[in-house]
């Protein structure tokens, strides 16, 4: 058995004659000093807090654990632009400044190469020929990368001055590169939750709102569209129909007849419901703005475009897209959005990748989109791929019996946000029907609102509503949007191309008393012979005999309005036009 001698700095192993020296005081020291350090940053990384706090308090570590002068971590983006910048005992915009003096070279050698860096003399580095900032005493430079899954995703970077610290450079790597491999770790995992945490609301989302829709949704109609005239009944039931089937539709009608909730109705009655839905309208955008909003941009595609965009195309793909006042779009727009509808691909503002998608299109229009084809103003081969199934909404004038339905609505929707209890009296819902809303619904719901906001009592009556006090606007508007139909041959007026015959608008009831009202047994032709004679006597006798139905029905107009054989709508005229006002008992 060999013998091997023992004493201070030997060490003996069973089996070996292998002699190791004892460490040094100073390397278990230093030793010592990473393993606190790396005890310590380990705990701040894996604390629940926002990512910049976390290396904050890990930079500040270091400036405790390595006698640094300087020192920051720096994270970056796909595209190399740095997304948070922190330093030792600085302020967020203090290191972001500090970083972008650095010489650019020395950190893109870092992030490119993915290896550590080291410069023993700032001074004597070709890397640091423009730096100022490297003081009398020689200082050195150390930095590290970090690194992702497939990239580098960011750098932690010190100076200090050579010869100050016990740990030697290459320490320093070493120390940096385990505490680097910490700081992308932890990067990589709140990035990895954000994500997740982003899709968990938007499922949630998705689902809320599918839970709450197929709550209001009814087998027989559509909950969120109020009507019950046979011409509102024949628009649902087209829509329905016309759901099912992937094919463009283009809403056509009046301002304020409701296209927007027809839209989402075609969506949420189609097979592409749990996709995305999309809107936009194209009328309140300049041809540029429209552009990048339905065909998103590059990053540096123009000024103020700052990072990668995706446009609602982009965002609507799989699902619908809906392009309120489509006639409002330039002709040098027009040929664009017909290649997007055409081939179904598109590249963004700025692009050169050309992107596919998957959308279907539901457009709307309050303008004479055949009429604008005739006259060039736009495009015939636009027009037929957006208008495969054109669908018109009747405006609220050709749907008279609906109108007490929407205002008890309304007045129910304003009396639960302002927590009130008004209701419509009889004569209230009269005067609304005899009203043509040239506003169609939209003007309806600001009526209500407006009338119920001043109404002196819980019960609205005609006297509370804005005509009653010759204060609205409703019949001049009326008069003038038919004058102006008439004049530019608006658009229920003009023919569909083709074969098909135009919608022609109802004729409004006329404010002139059928003549059988007030003949008390004469014949027309005497009446007429005698008012042509003398117009205003005929005018005297017509009032007298309003009056005197009045006074029989006690006042009540609906009553008087039978006795005379008129419907509620044509004795509301009468009264407005003789100026007969309703006495209340």
Same mark, same amino acid.
């Given at each position: 058995?060999?013998?091997?001698?023992?004493?201070?700095?030997?060490?003996?192993?069973?089996?070996? =004659?292998?002699?190791?020296?004892?460490?040094?005081?100073?390397?278990?020291?230093?030793?010592?000093?990473?393993?606190?350090?790396?005890?310590?940053?380990?705990?701040?990384? +894996?604390?629940?807090?926002?990512?910049?706090? @976390?290396?904050?308090?890990? &930079?500040?570590?270091?400036?405790?654990?390595?006698?640094?002068?300087?020192?920051?971590?720096?994270?970056?983006?796909?595209?190399?632009?740095? +997304?948070?910048? %922190?330093?030792?005992?600085?302020?967020?915009?203090?290191?972001?400044?500090? *970083?972008?003096?650095?010489?650019?070279?020395?950190?893109?050698?870092?992030?490119?190469?993915?290896?550590?860096?080291?410069?023993?003399?700032?001074?004597?580095?070709?890397?640091?020929?423009?730096?100022?900032?490297?003081?009398?005493?020689?200082?050195? *430079? #150390?930095?590290?990368?970090?690194?992702?899954?497939?990239?580098?995703?960011?750098?932690?970077?010190?100076?200090?001055?050579?010869?100050?610290?016990?740990?030697?450079? =290459?320490?320093?790597?070493?120390?940096?590169?385990?505490?680097?491999?910490?700081?992308?770790?932890?990067?990589?995992?709140?990035?990895?939750?954000?994500?997740?945490?982003?899709?968990?609301?938007?499922?949630?989302? /998705?689902?809320?709102?599918?839970?709450?829709?197929?709550?209001?949704?009814?087998?027989?109609?559509?909950?969120?569209?109020?009507?019950?005239?046979?011409?509102? $009944?024949?628009? &649902?039931?087209?829509?329905?129909?016309?759901? !099912?089937?992937?094919?463009?539709?283009?809403?056509?009608?009046?301002?304020?007849?409701?296209?927007?909730?027809?839209?989402?109705?075609?969506?949420?009655?189609?097979?592409?419901?749990?996709?995305?839905?999309? $809107?936009?309208?194209?009328?309140?955008?300049?041809?540029?703005?429209?552009?990048?909003?339905?065909?998103?941009?590059?990053?540096?595609?123009?000024?103020?475009?700052?990072?990668?965009?995706?446009? !609602?195309?982009?965002?609507?793909?799989?699902?619908?897209?809906?392009?309120?006042?489509?006639?409002? &779009?330039?002709?040098?727009?027009?040929?664009?959005?017909?290649?997007?509808?055409?081939?179904?691909?598109?590249?963004? #503002?700025?692009?050169?990748?050309?992107?596919?998608? =998957?959308? $279907?299109?539901?457009?709307?229009?309050?303008?004479?989109?055949?009429?604008?084809?005739?006259?060039?103003?736009?495009?015939?081969?636009?027009?037929?791929?957006?208008? %495969?199934?054109?669908?018109?909404?009747?405006?609220?004038?050709?749907?008279?019996?609906?109108?007490?339905?929407?205002?008890?609505? *309304?007045? /129910?929707?304003?009396?639960?946000?302002?927590?009130?209890?008004?209701?419509?009296?009889?004569?209230?819902?009269?005067?609304?029907?005899?009203?043509?809303?040239?506003?169609?619904?939209?003007?309806?719901?600001?009526?209500?609102?407006?009338?119920? @906001?001043?109404?002196?009592?819980?019960?609205?009556?005609?006297?509370?509503?804005?005509?009653?006090?010759?204060?609205?606007?409703?019949?001049?508007?009326?008069?003038?949007?038919?004058?102006?139909?008439?004049?530019?041959?608006?658009? *229920?007026?003009?023919?569909?191309?083709?074969?098909?015959? @135009?919608?022609?608008?109802?004729?409004?009831?006329?404010?002139?008393?059928? /003549?059988?009202?007030?003949?008390?047994?004469?014949?027309?032709?005497?009446?007429?012979?005698? =008012?042509?004679?003398?117009?205003?006597?005929?005018?005297?006798?017509?009032?007298?005999?309003?009056?005197?139905?009045?006074?029989?029905?006690?006042?009540?107009?609906?009553?008087?309005?039978?006795?005379?054989?008129?419907?509620?709508?044509?004795?509301?005229?009468?009264?407005?036009?003789?100026? &007969?006002?309703?006495?209340?008992?």
């Amino acid at each position: 058995m060999s013998s091997v001698c023992t004493g201070k700095g030997a060490d003996v192993s069973n089996n070996s =004659d292998v002699f190791r020296p004892e460490p040094s005081p100073q390397s278990i020291s230093r030793a010592h000093s990473a393993l606190t350090g790396m005890y310590e940053i380990s705990k701040a990384l +894996t604390r629940p807090a926002r990512l910049e706090m @976390a290396l904050s308090t890990v &930079i500040n570590l270091l400036g405790s654990f390595m006698e640094m002068n300087d020192g920051l971590i720096a994270l970056l983006d796909e595209q190399g632009e740095t +997304t948070t910048v %922190v330093g030792a005992g600085w302020s967020e915009a203090t290191a972001k400044e500090y *970083f972008e003096r650095l010489p650019e070279q020395a950190v893109g050698q870092i992030v490119v190469s993915g290896m550590p860096l080291i410069v023993r003399n700032i001074a004597e580095s070709p890397l640091f020929t423009d730096w100022s900032e490297s003081g009398t005493e020689p200082r050195a *430079f #150390v930095g590290v990368p970090i690194k992702g899954e497939s990239r580098t995703i960011g750098t932690i970077m010190i100076e200090r001055c050579v010869g100050h610290s016990p740990h030697t450079l =290459d320490e320093d790597v070493r120390f940096l590169s385990m505490v680097a491999n910490l700081v992308g770790q932890a990067a990589a995992l709140q990035a990895l939750v954000a994500r997740d945490r982003e899709r968990i609301m938007t499922e949630h989302y /998705r689902l809320e709102k599918e839970l709450e829709q197929r709550a209001d949704v009814k087998q027989e109609g559509i909950s969120w569209i109020i009507g019950e005239s046979s011409a509102i $009944r024949e628009v &649902i039931a087209k829509v329905q129909q016309v759901a !099912r089937c992937n094919l463009p539709v283009l809403l056509c009608g009046e301002s304020g007849t409701g296209k927007e909730l027809f839209a989402r109705a075609i969506h949420e009655f189609s097979p592409r419901k749990s996709q995305p839905y999309i $809107r936009l309208n194209c009328a309140a955008l300049s041809e540029t703005v429209l552009e990048s909003e339905l065909f998103g941009h590059e990053r540096g595609a123009f000024t103020g475009a700052v990072g990668l965009r995706k446009g !609602r195309f982009e965002t609507a793909d799989e699902g619908t897209l809906f392009l309120d006042e489509i006639g409002e &779009i330039s002709p040098a727009f027009q040929a664009k959005l017909l290649r997007v509808l055409q081939e179904g691909e598109f590249e963004r #503002v700025g692009g050169s990748h050309t992107i596919k998608v =998957d959308v $279907r299109l539901v457009a709307a229009t309050n303008q004479n989109l055949e009429a604008a084809v005739l006259s060039g103003k736009f495009r015939s081969d636009l027009y037929y791929r957006i208008s %495969v199934v054109p669908i018109f909404l009747p405006p609220l004038r050709e749907r008279p019996e609906d109108v007490g339905l929407l205002a008890r609505e *309304f007045l /129910r929707r304003f009396n639960k946000e302002h927590g009130v209890s008004l209701t419509l009296s009889q004569r209230a819902e009269n005067v609304l029907s005899a009203c043509d809303f040239p506003g169609n619904v939209r003007e309806l719901e600001s009526c209500i609102r407006r009338t119920a @906001a001043l109404a002196k009592s819980s019960i609205i009556v005609a006297e509370d509503f804005a005509c009653s006090n010759d204060s609205c606007l409703s019949m001049v508007l009326g008069k003038g949007m038919d004058d102006g139909r008439k004049q530019k041959k608006g658009y *229920f007026e003009l023919p569909i191309l083709g074969s098909q015959p @135009a919608r022609v608008t109802r004729q409004r009831e006329s404010a002139e008393l059928p /003549r059988s009202a007030f003949n008390n047994g004469k014949s027309s032709r005497q009446t007429e012979t005698a =008012d042509s004679q003398d117009p205003i006597a005929g005018d005297s006798i017509e009032r007298k005999r309003l009056v005197e139905a009045m006074e029989q029905a006690g006042w009540v107009q609906a009553k008087a309005a039978r006795l005379l054989g008129l419907s509620s709508r044509q004795m509301g005229y009468a009264l407005r036009k003789f100026s &007969i006002e309703i006495k209340r008992f």
